[in-house]
């Protein structure tokens, strides 16, 4: 009995922990998927009802989702579509690679497992994850779970890796690479200095053949695949980013508290989480090159950890740095940094007693979520909006909100099918279906606005629902002096 609790009890009490910090934003009355998120809502419909496989978030050829949608796909056959069921399937997947984590911090902290099980708390409970850990987005909880895989075969194997496993390393960093990117820049020094320990280049051949199966797989799903979406990541020419720019970015990704490009005023728990993470964080830098220029004793894994925080963090001025969840590979990378830095060094009773206090203050942040609110209307808000259109029989809707039309797909299970401004989108048979509508049942069709402006160019509102017009029995042409393109 006290055998199973040694080895079960850190997996249950991280299960626990992750499961009940996330229950006051399941809770909330603020609860609604974004747009994205309804996107890959929609993707996993389609797959559980058999009507179609995406590989993809749609309108991109990368973000690779079908990890995501697959465990969203099983929710939805066993529970209902909703918006509760991406969630929790969601927790779900990055359950699992927290977990993987726990069992990657313990290899290379040769099982100390205390310090893995109290870095996989900060994991858990650092604001930077807050509103992520549930987050339906193409691909970036499958690059966490895989990069954090990868990093357990390197360690856990190392001498004893085998023709299997370097094949799986191949392939999952093609995925990785697939699903987003950004991931891969931490794993590179570890991968480097596993080169240089030990004889790898002797394993060039199932690596590559992972790598290059993985890829043949991945063009051949691309193969007409939309390029809809083709942001430019990589910001050449450079754009002049200065490290007040950086710092600023930075800080206000650990709050956690932004949406997309936005960025809003955190609690003032979470302002003191996020800066007590940061001060911490410098510290252990200036800590780890004193030891290595001294040359005292540390982990052999110090100087790769740190180039792995230097890179994560680096790769920012090259970027859009204003997209703050590109720093997301950032917190398992610099936490494992910091595991490294304090390794085999017993902490005294203030500096337990300063990790535990900091795990409370993590709890409280973590806590405050349930007030994070990153959209002008609620759940509530979006099922009046389908109840007011339902009961006057409209089916399809020229939307002038470019989230909103997902949401409004998703949230009526595709009983409102809707249409953004542009002649084409991320699913262009929504776009043909609504304009088919429009020409053959124009008493079905409706325009929602956000816009009381519009009002020069439309007859009168025949009804105002939270912030959005709602206009019927329109013509083509009013549609298009909206902005509108066919």
């Given at each position: 009995?006290?055998?199973?609790?040694?080895?079960?009890?850190?997996?249950?009490?991280?299960?626990?922990?992750?499961?009940?910090?996330?229950?006051?934003?399941?809770?909330?009355?603020?609860?609604?998927?974004?747009?994205?998120?309804?996107?890959?809502?929609?993707?996993?419909?389609?797959?559980?009802?058999?009507?179609?496989?995406?590989?993809?978030?749609?309108?991109?050829?990368?973000?690779?989702?079908?990890?995501?949608?697959?465990?969203?796909?099983?929710?939805?056959?066993?529970?209902?579509?909703?918006?509760?069921?991406?969630?929790?399937?969601?927790?779900?997947?990055?359950?699992?690679?927290?977990?993987?984590?726990?069992?990657?911090?313990?290899?290379?902290?040769?099982?100390?497992?205390?310090?893995?099980?109290?870095?996989?708390?900060?994991?858990?409970?650092?604001?930077?994850?807050?509103?992520?850990?549930?987050?339906?987005?193409?691909?970036?909880?499958?690059?966490?779970?895989?990069?954090?895989?990868?990093?357990?075969?390197?360690?856990?194997?190392?001498?004893?890796?085998?023709?299997?496993?370097?094949?799986?390393?191949?392939?999952?960093?093609?995925?990785?690479?697939?699903?987003?990117?950004?991931?891969?820049?931490?794993?590179?020094?570890?991968?480097?200095?596993?080169?240089?320990?030990?004889?790898?280049?002797?394993?060039?051949?199932?690596?590559?053949?992972?790598?290059?199966?993985?890829?043949?797989?991945?063009?051949?799903?691309?193969?007409?695949?939309?390029?809809?979406?083709?942001?430019?990541?990589?910001?050449?020419?450079?754009?002049?980013?200065?490290?007040?720019?950086?710092?600023?970015?930075?800080?206000?990704?650990?709050?956690?508290?932004?949406?997309?490009?936005?960025?809003?005023?955190?609690?003032?728990?979470?302002?003191?989480?996020?800066?007590?993470?940061?001060?911490?964080?410098?510290?252990?830098?200036?800590?780890?090159?004193?030891?290595?220029?001294?040359?005292?004793?540390?982990?052999?894994?110090?100087?790769?950890?740190?180039?792995?925080?230097?890179?994560?963090?680096?790769?920012?001025?090259?970027?859009?740095?204003?997209?703050?969840?590109?720093?997301?590979?950032?917190?398992?990378?610099?936490?494992?940094?910091?595991?490294?830095?304090?390794?085999?060094?017993?902490?005294?009773?203030?500096?337990?007693?300063?990790?535990?206090?900091?795990?409370?203050?993590?709890?409280?942040?973590?806590?405050?979520?349930?007030?994070?609110?990153?959209?002008?209307?609620?759940?509530?808000?979006?099922?009046?909006?389908?109840?007011?259109?339902?009961?006057?029989?409209?089916?399809?809707?020229?939307?002038?909100?470019?989230?909103?039309?997902?949401?409004?797909?998703?949230?009526?299970?595709?009983?409102?099918?809707?249409?953004?401004?542009?002649?084409?989108?991320?699913?262009?048979?929504?776009?043909?279906?609504?304009?088919?509508?429009?020409?053959?049942?124009?008493?079905?069709?409706?325009?929602?606005?956000?816009?009381?402006?519009?009002?020069i160019s439309l007859p009168q509102t025949e009804q105002k629902i939270g912030r959005f017009f709602i206009y019927t029995n329109i013509t083509r042409s009013e549609i298009e002096r909206l902005g509108f393109k066919f």
């Open positions: 009995m006290k055998s199973a609790v040694l080895k079960f009890g850190p997996v249950i009490l991280l299960t626990a922990v992750v499961i009940l910090s996330r229950l006051p934003q399941l809770f909330s009355e603020h609860l609604v998927l974004d747009g994205d998120e309804s996107i890959v809502g929609l993707m996993a419909k389609h797959l559980s009802e058999g009507k179609e496989i995406s590989y993809f978030f749609w309108g991109q050829s990368y973000g690779f989702s079908l990890v995501e949608t697959g465990i969203i796909a099983i929710g939805f056959k066993f529970f209902s579509v909703s918006d509760y069921t991406v969630k929790i399937a969601m927790l779900a997947l990055w359950l699992i690679a927290v977990l993987v984590f726990y069992k990657t911090s313990l290899t290379i902290f040769k099982q100390e497992k205390s310090k893995a099980i109290l870095l996989t708390l900060v994991l858990i409970l650092l604001p930077a994850w807050g509103v992520w850990a549930m987050k339906a987005r193409g691909g970036y909880l499958t690059a966490f779970l895989l990069s954090n895989i990868v990093l357990y075969l390197f360690f856990k194997k190392q001498d004893n890796m085998r023709f299997r496993d370097w094949l799986l390393c191949g392939a999952f960093g093609v995925t990785i690479f697939f699903s987003q990117p950004f991931f891969l820049a931490g794993l590179l020094p570890f991968l480097l200095f596993f080169a240089y320990r030990k004889p790898i280049f002797k394993k060039v051949f199932p690596l590559a053949l992972g790598v290059g199966g993985a890829l043949a797989i991945f063009l051949l799903l691309r193969i007409n695949t939309a390029d809809y979406w083709k942001p430019h990541v990589l910001q050449i020419p450079f754009k002049h980013y200065g490290f007040a720019d950086f710092f600023q970015n930075f800080f206000h990704h650990c709050t956690g508290y932004y949406y997309l490009n936005e960025q809003y005023k955190p609690p003032l728990i979470t302002t003191i989480t996020a800066a007590f993470f940061i001060l911490t964080l410098l510290g252990c830098m200036g800590v780890a090159v004193y030891r290595l220029q001294k040359k005292i004793h540390t982990h052999p894994l110090l100087l790769p950890a740190l180039a792995s925080v230097v890179v994560t963090a680096g790769y920012a001025f090259v970027i859009d740095m204003s997209q703050l969840r590109y720093f997301l590979p950032f917190t398992g990378y610099s936490l494992l940094f910091v595991g490294t830095v304090f390794y085999k060094i017993r902490l005294a009773q203030f500096s337990t007693f300063m990790a535990a206090l900091f795990l409370i203050v993590c709890g409280i942040s973590i806590y405050s979520f349930r007030g994070y609110k990153f959209d002008k209307e609620s759940q509530s808000d979006v099922y009046n909006l389908i109840g007011y259109l339902q009961s006057k029989n409209i089916t399809h809707v020229f939307c002038k909100d470019s989230q909103l039309q997902w949401k409004l797909m998703f949230y009526s299970h595709e009983k409102v099918i809707a249409r953004y401004v542009y002649a084409t989108d991320r699913k262009p048979k929504y776009v043909k279906e609504v304009n088919a509508a429009l020409q053959n049942n124009p008493q079905r069709v409706a325009v929602i606005t956000f816009m009381q402006s519009d009002q």
